[in-house]
């Protein structure tokens, strides 16, 4: 069964400085959700103003998306943080974009963690808890976004918070349900075609389809294009008009989590 409605999610706000990354003004013309660095990963305090003043003009809901302390690597390098230190370093950064949001009249709606970080707490149940005790003891009104079938996603609903499981349209999965390491060949999809045939099969399965054509059966209402990768505007484009043409109603998050999905 298909979704009615659907979210499509991108991570932006990732310039630094004079240094750019990604084409966000036009991606906010395509997509319902902004997932902002928060500055440990990319971004800084004019950049997070200016993409949450961008998205709020766009009528994008706006999350934090917080990351391992990593400018050099961008966030993708596995770290080993002890919990406390890294509870605190999530709120430091929450706080900071909820600070700003509130700034422009805007309200944060969820988080989404970034990187190594994600990947990691998609595998280890303490470091999941961890995370998700940092965004329940700040705000546990916040959607945790979080990849569909990971230890993420389960230790928020344990803890409670309202969870919205995404899949990636330019990212492609293990027998496990897994994202491939970054470093194995074929895990980063980066052909507009490739990335539309993906999602269309994620619809038709209603859930995931591996590599090796495993189809694993799961609820998501959210679909992810990461906003740094180099056809990231013609991938959200074409993923958009692909669902639009199967008649899947593209919402804010909040509204997606509120109503029915694969």
């Not at 902002?36 to 766009?58: E, Q, Y």
């Not at 916040?142 to 993420?152: D, V, W, Y």
């Not at 499981?165 to 330019?170: I, L, M, Q, T």
Request: aromatic share 4%; charged share 20%; proline share 5%.
């Amino acid at each position: 069964m298909k979704p009615r409605r659907i979210n499509l999610n991108v991570d932006l706000g990732e310039s630094f400085g004079a240094w750019q990354m990604g084409c966000d003004a036009e991606l906010l013309r395509v997509v319902g959700t902004a997932n902002i660095a928060c500055g440990f990963h990319a971004g800084d305090p004019l950049v997070m103003r200016r993409t949450v003043r961008d998205a709020l003009a766009a009528g994008v809901s706006v999350g934090a998306h917080p990351s391992f302390p990593d400018l050099q690597g961008f966030g993708r390098r596995a770290m080993h943080i002890p919990p406390a230190e890294l509870e605190a370093m999530l709120l430091y950064q929450i706080g900071a974009l909820a600070g700003i949001a509130q700034a422009e009249g805007a309200r944060l709606t969820h988080v989404k963690p970034h990187g190594a970080l994600s990947n990691m707490a998609c595998r280890d149940a303490a470091l999941a808890a961890c995370v998700v005790a940092a965004i329940g003891s700040f705000d546990r009104s916040l959607i945790l976004l979080a990849p569909a079938m990971s230890q993420l996603a389960i230790a928020g609903e344990d803890a409670g918070l309202a969870v919205a499981a995404e899949v990636f349209a330019d990212r492609a999965y293990d027998d496990g349900g897994q994202l491939l390491p970054r470093g194995q060949a074929g895990a980063v999809l980066d052909d507009v075609a490739e990335c539309v045939a993906q999602v269309e099969r994620m619809l038709e399965t209603g859930g995931l389809v591996s590599v090796s054509g495993r189809r694993i059966r799961t609820t998501f209402q959210s679909i992810c294009v990461h906003g740094d990768g180099p056809r990231a505007l013609a991938v959200a484009t074409a993923v958009r008009a692909a669902l639009e043409a199967l008649g899947v109603e593209l919402v804010p998050l909040p509204e997606a989590l509120a109503g029915a999905a694969v």
